[in-house]
């Protein structure tokens, strides 16, 4: 089983005819609601690849809360290990303006109370892997991280938003998931050189942790590489017309992990992930577009196979 702890959010989506600026008021006709958090986003992007997806995190007892399950269910998410915080469910707030230029506020609410205890130790054997992020408290995931590493889950950790841990929890982690902007922060935060080619940095924090660094770069595709120095480039899927790139960075950690769970080769779980990023981005929103395994796997043979290195 393919086990997500992270954050679930509700995303409120407004237009407005100019960002607001302080002391403004503006009447909109209407707003839009997203289900969302960049932990429920992966659990959804994972089980639409077929794969046994649970996720664990916090709502708050409000309709929001009830909405998000339902929609997690929906997509054949397991649900079990989602809890109730004291309190509301995590929220966001976005504001777009006429040019696709947007503003946000971001209210982690039950986010911030996700615990290490909703962690069963049963499910963090050597047969499961879990993923997780960075929206829920830090020195929680880190916990969780060294728990996994001890008992034999494979630990996935797409550092989002990007925060320093702890050398000896990075070392705890199997397949590190970052962007490029992401893996600089990271690298700087550990005192490395900052690369301008994205292999070395990629290959630089793959040392540091000893464990596979896999860097996504948008329309350029996505890099991994291994501690011993190998790697390989993955292009990205670009037949396609984009609408908005929300939840594509999501749609590619969430496929990436649910192919590694089934034992997926690195290189084709780097197309299904760079091929599920892509169609991600057809649409508004985040989950209602992810793509389903049957989309993905149509593709995969337009996809070149990745080129490998080493560095």
Known sequence: MLIVFGSINVDLVMHVDSLPQ???????????????GKGANQAVAAARMETKTAMVGKIGED????????????????????AYGEQPTGTGTFFFDPSGTCMAVIASGANGEVSEDQMPGDILGGRNAI???????????????????KTGATVILNLAPAYKIQHDVLTDVDVLVVNRQEGEQMAKALGLDIDKNSKILAQSLAREGNLTCIMTLSEQGSVLAHPDGSGMSCAAYTDIEVVETTGAGDA??????????????????????SIAASLTCRGVGAQDKMPHKDEVMALLPQLPDPATFSA
């Open 22 to 36: 302080a002391g403004d008021r503006q009447l909109v006709p209407s707003y839009d609601w997203r289900p969302g």
């Open 63 to 82: 309709g929001f809360g009830t909405r998000m399950v339902n929609t997690l269910k929906k997509s054949g998410v397991m649900t079990s290990g989602i």
């Open 131 to 149: 993923l997780l992020q960075m929206e829920i408290p830090s020195e929680v995931n880190q916990a969780v991280i060294h728990r996994a590493a």
């Open 252 to 273: 590619y950690c969430g496929v990436l992990a649910a192919s590694i769970h089934d034992g997926v080769d690195w290189a084709e779980a780097m197309k299904r992930a």
